[in-house]
């Protein structure tokens, strides 16, 4: 029973049941950093599941991911934001190349995105305000945040202007729901 999975996966593959062995595969990915998760959120007063959706999106839960702007990591930070971090946690040997740590790279997003929820104080959620200036910056935000957009989250969604940025923040409240159940306890 030693190699029960090489069995397992025989028999998937003559069953034709791929997609079970893809599901188990996606799960195990899916909760590798869990605990650095849990521990970021909680340092930053974040949703576990939350993060977990913005991780998901970024990188997929690839470490090593790179973006097209220089963008590092789970969470896919910039060298700016990153600094940010550092300077106001007080680490002064902090180096671009720390990011491609997930506990470094997780507290540093947590933080970035704390700060992001923290401009939105009178929003009835200030989630998806903070998703979308994450993802396409609070200039952009500010001009999105229109009429009862400025308060009321779903009017925001809508009124969101680049397409992209409107899936981004759907897709992460979407995938947050999924990640909800496990981090309950």
């Not at 003559?14 to 079970?20: A, D, F, N, R, V």
């Amino acid at each position: 029973m030693k190699y029960w999975w090489a069995w397992l996966l025989l028999i998937l593959s003559l069953s034709g049941e791929w997609w079970l062995l893809r599901l188990w595969l996606e799960k195990k990915q899916f909760s590798q950093f869990d605990r650095i998760i849990l521990h970021s959120a909680e340092a930053y007063s974040l949703e576990p599941a939350l993060i977990k959706a913005v991780i998901w999106k970024e990188s997929e839960f690839d470490t090593f991911a790179t973006g097209s702007a220089g963008e590092i990591g789970l969470m896919q930070l910039t060298d700016a934001a990153a600094f940010e971090w550092a300077d106001d946690s007080k680490i002064i040997t902090f180096e671009p190349d720390h990011l491609y740590h997930p506990s470094t790279n997780t507290l540093a997003g947590c933080y970035y995105l704390a700060k992001m929820v923290k401009r939105f104080p009178k929003c009835d959620d200030p989630i998806p305000f903070a998703l979308a200036s994450y993802n396409a910056g609070y200039s952009q935000v500010r001009r999105w945040s229109q009429g009862s957009g400025t308060t009321n989250a779903a009017t925001f969604i809508e009124q969101i202007g680049f397409p992209s940025t409107k899936h981004y923040v759907k897709s992460i409240l979407n995938k947050r729901q999924r990640f909800e159940s496990e981090f309950k306890q």
